[in-house]
């Protein structure tokens, strides 16, 4: 009996569900995207990451560009995921530092040499390619709603404009991603993280 194969020539277990062999090659993808960057990703560095030959990559998605929108938009799905875990409906100003915390986390050591997926899309793509600045816009967009629904509904912060101390506190984070790419240490890090917090995310007074 002849097993059938992937487009990498590799067995391919019977009965493997196709949507499942997508998932894995578009996560694979994502991950040589945010390494690489679009001009640099190419079609066989992606057969490498993905395991899976031109035409089945093809087959999966229409072609390199639509496969990169697709990596974008699941970056995006899997950072609002985090916002709305860390900051659930009914926030309180324990659950924003939480989340401040773990976007920091990524500003220093190897993770913060990697940058953000996001804002290296839009630094490399966003002057060029209309489509996918928009794409670039409508995830900013939707992590500044979180952010600013959290500020405003923490009743124990005292937050006097929310929309715009989301938009300064996400500026400023996204900021401390591009200083990790030259590096810095986690001690500069969290310095400007108490800044941020301190200022933007304060705690209400006692009455």
């Known amino acids: ?12 277990l019977a009965g493997r569900p196709r949507v499942v062999e997508r998932d894995e090659a578009l996560q694979r993808a994502k991950d040589l995207f ?4 679009y001009q640099r990703a190419s079609l066989p560095e992606l057969e490498r990451a993905t395991g899976l030959q031109r035409g089945s990559l093809y087959a999966l ?4 560009r639509e496969l990169f929108l697709e990596a974008l938009d699941l970056y995006g799905r ?3 995921a985090t916002m709305d875990a860390t900051m659930p409906a009914g926030a309180r100003r324990a659950d924003i530092l939480a989340w401040i915390r773990v976007h920091a986390a990524r500003a220093h050591g190897p993770a ?12 490399e793509m966003g002057p060029h390619d209309p489509v996918i600045a928009e794409r670039a816009a409508a995830i900013f967009a939707a992590m500044l709603k979180r952010l600013e629904r959290a ?10 404009d929310p929309e715009a101390a989301a938009r300064t506190l996400l500026a400023g984070l ?5 200083f990790g790419k030259a590096g810095q240490s986690e001690d500069e890090v969290a310095r400007a993280v108490g800044v941020l917090a301190a200022t933007l995310v304060p705690p209400k007074p006692a009455s």
């Open 1 to 12: 009996m002849t097993m059938p194969m992937t487009g990498s020539g590799k067995p391919r």
């Open 34 to 37: 945010w390494s690489l960057g």
């Open 61 to 64: 998605f229409s072609d390199k």
């Open 78 to 80: 899997e950072g609002l």
């Open 112 to 123: 913060g040499v990697r940058g953000c997926f996001l804002v290296e899309t839009t630094v």
């Open 151 to 160: 500020l405003a509904g923490a009743g124990d912060a005292q937050v006097p």
């Open 174 to 178: 996204e900021g401390l991603r591009v």
